[in-house]
């Protein structure tokens, strides 16, 4: 199986801040990867595709970027609503595994 | 819009069976790879299993392999996913999740879970 390792699992910044999360896969996966993020006690919702494409209605300040087999999301500028956890999931090669998680705290 | 509406969790006894559907709706379902991805409780999340719009691509996880059965009616346009010698470590909010397309599995939209405890 593919191995997701997010880096780092936990992550204290300000609103305002600009942030990056980290996600590396443990061989090739084309540039499948997704990005998304969970409020607590609801399901997750998707942020990034294609490792760089934004999802429809996701807000600009999201962006994903790519290198090789490691993978980064930025926020720009943290809004109150983006403390929230962070994963990243490959959709390559089955089964289709999350990274661990990243918490984003305030 | 897509909706996407989970049931059939609950509280079994190790060795026992579930079936979980998702009912969905707001969209042609036979278009639409559908998956299951469970979290336990305060775990992270965890890609299940998934089936490809027309029914082909079945895809499990290895821990699963031999215990669940997803399946899909196209015409009810319901997933299912029959679960058979469940497990302690099966305890978790399971998810309906929408990939993009007929064979593609990131998660568009996501149901809102039902609950899976395993406990004697």
């Known amino acids: 199986d593919i191995q997701m390792t997010q880096s780092p699992s936990t992550l204290s910044a300000s609103v305002g801040d600009r942030v990056t999360i980290t996600c590396r896969a443990s061989q090739n996966i084309d540039g499948w990867l997704a990005w998304y993020r969970q409020k607590p006690g609801k399901a997750p919702n998707l942020l990034i595709y294609?490792?760089?494409s934004l999802q429809s209605g996701v807000p600009s300040r999201f962006s994903g970027t790519i290198s090789g087999t490691q993978f980064t999301l930025t926020i720009s500028s943290l809004q109150p609503d983006d403390f929230a956890t962070y994963y990243c999931q490959q959709y390559f090669t089955s089964p289709y595994t999350f990274g661990q998680g990243t918490k984003l705290e305030i | 819009e897509v909706q996407l509406l989970e049931s059939g969790g609950g509280l079994v006894q190790p060795g026992g069976s579930l079936r979980l559907s998702c009912a969905a709706s707001g969209f042609t379902f036979s278009d639409y790879a559908m998956a299951w991805v469970r979290q336990a409780p305060g775990r992270g999340l965890e890609w299940v299993s998934g089936?490809?719009?027309?029914?082909?691509?079945?895809k499990y996880i290895d821990s699963v392999k031999g215990r669940f059965t997803i399946s899909r009616d196209n015409f009810k346009n319901t997933l299912y996913l029959q679960m058979n010698g469940l497990r302690d470590d099966d305890t978790a909010v399971y998810y309906c999740a929408k990939g993009s397309y007929l064979t593609s599995f990131e998660v568009v939209n996501w149901g809102q879970g039902t609950l899976v405890t395993v406990s004697s």
């Open positions: 089936m490809g719009g027309r029914g082909s691509l079945m």
């Open positions: 294609r490792a760089s």
